[in-house]
């Protein structure tokens, strides 16, 4: 099982992330990247690179046949695949081990049970984890689905079986109007999935994302305390923290005890997310869905509990047991990261390709910030905006934004227009400074500041 | 003749959706801030609008191609 010569199937900062860990295992890294990014960071800093194809990730990253090749010729003896791309795709983990490779991450047959949102509900519920109140499975068609839709209660939420990234999902106040949205909605799912399946829950309005981080050896699982994503942008994390400012010390342990009850239930191998609805005001929980790989915000559960998650997950991928006992793990201050991306909050927050002409990273006391940022990059258009994400800690919140703010005034990215000081806005936000908010709070900040800037702009 | 070009690098696309028809066909009319296409940037879908208005002659980029911020994408007479 153990192994040397690592490729990794994806790219960007991730791809950095991932390299660093295995250089301190004394693994090769070798890592695959499209014709688009023979150029990057992760390309100049691995030991060896593999070109998997044109710049379409359908073309490169997303490509089976070209990344078996390239591990082929390269000599791997493991696949990372990172997080996005291939990272849960069932078959790719599958086609890794039939060819005598290790995918790192947990079985196939685990990806493909929890991929499957009503699955993995099912499994939720099999394990004693509470689940948002909506149908079991799969709705066969309209008259069932009304009849659901009734029971549960309005206002009610039409989610794709297949899905992900917010699509196929359509929220419905009423019974007026439920069939065209469970129609628009089982459209949007083919189009997007190839699957037109859905299912029901109860809609929340003001709920806050809450996560648990776990991590299994395919024996034992254990958790790695909460992370709190209540600021989120189209259903796209912009800013997270650990721990979570709502939950108190016995929600916390009931919370995650609930994490680790599923996903020992499954024999979870490697580092695995459960996400929950958490409902401020009756202080129930509700799991959504378990992410089967490296979240891109797993930075501030490493700055909270001093483990290298990367690291740990590589090392059980080559068949070591867990090295951590759940005592072991302590929740240790505050941290929080801001997602920088390649975009103008000013302008719809177009996207923002192009050559970085200056560069400074932030560093000091409490600060890491994970990039594929050098100066002279270019900043390709053809994967996601997302260039760095900056984590600070420290020993208490108000300590955390203090940095935070400090560490944004550090740092530097010329050529491309960035998310950077929306992050330092956020900061010095009242409502933030307090945690007082929940998954829809950030959308109608924003659309406040674009009123008051229009209204200006009118005055002037 | 004159050229419509794309406003950011990314792909270009000429149906609103896979399974919609075209937004426009050579051969067909095009008027000022009239859509012609989609450019994928990011993730991100943005709408190629017109800033000239006659016949479209010719799609010099296919659909799906990969382009560059400039690039000409069709010629409009």
Redesign the interface.
Known sequence: MGFSRLLIANRGEIAVRIQRAARELGMTTIQAHSAADADSLAVKMADEAVNIGPPHAAKSYLNISAILDAAAATGAQAIHPGYGFLSENAAFADAVEAAGLVFVGPEGETIRAMGDKAAARAAARAAGVPVVPGSEGRIADLPTARAAAAEIGYPVMIKASAGGGGRGIRVVETGEGFESAFDQASVEAKAAFGDGGLYLEKFIARARHIEVQVLGDGRDAIHCFERECSLQRRRQKVWEEAPSLALSPRAREALCASAVALASAVNYRGAGTLEYLYDDATGHFYFIEMNTRIQVEHPVTEMVTGIDLVRETLRIAAGAPLAYRQSDVRLNGHAIEARINAEDPADKFRPSPGAVTDYRAPGGPGTRFDTLLYRGCQISPFYDSLIGKLIVWDETRDGALQRMRRALDELIVEGVVTTAQLHHDLAEDETVRKGDFHTRWLEDWLSSRENLAASRRRQA | MAQILSP????FYRKP???KPAFKSEGETVEVGEAIGLIE????F?EVHADVSGKIVKFIVDN?E?VMAGQPLVEVA
């Open positions: 950011l690098p990314g792909t959706a896979p399974d940037v990011m993730k991100s943005i799906e990969p």
